[in-house]
């Protein structure tokens, strides 16, 4: 995907995962492919370490595009999963990206 062209709006999920993996992992591939097939959907990053600690950014056109994916049916049950079994914790943030910058190497191989 090209890279995201502001503005746009970042949203920002951070969270700590509990011990449970029950399901887990096909629910976050279901959520990513359901997202990028909401209208105003950019882009998505996600990281998480061995601790469970993650950091999913999700990349938006508007607000309205954010508040339907928000209210989007299998997203709220996913979320209400989260809450009961996935996560000890998480936050979100909702940000304006009003730039962004790109970098790649042009070489294939780390040098020497």
């Known amino acids: 995907m090209p890279p ?3 503005p746009c709006y970042a949203v920002i999920f951070s969270s700590q995962r509990t011990d449970v993996q029950s399901g887990y992992g096909a629910m976050a591939e279901l959520m990513e492919r359901l997202a990028r097939e909401q209208p105003g959907f950019l882009d998505i990053e996600s990281v998480r370490d061995a601790a469970g600690l993650g950091i999913t950014i999700s990349y938006w056109s508007s607000r309205e595009s954010i508040a339907g994916w928000k ?3 299998q997203h709220q049950l996913a979320q209400e999963r989260g ?11 909702i940000c304006v990206v009003e730039e962004a910058r790109n970098w ?6 780390p040098a020497s």
């Open 71 to 73: 209210a989007h049916l």
């Open 4 to 6: 995201i062209q502001p």
């Open 104 to 109: 790649e190497s042009t070489t294939s191989s």
């Open 83 to 93: 809450r009961a079994e996935w996560y000890r914790w998480f936050s979100l943030k």
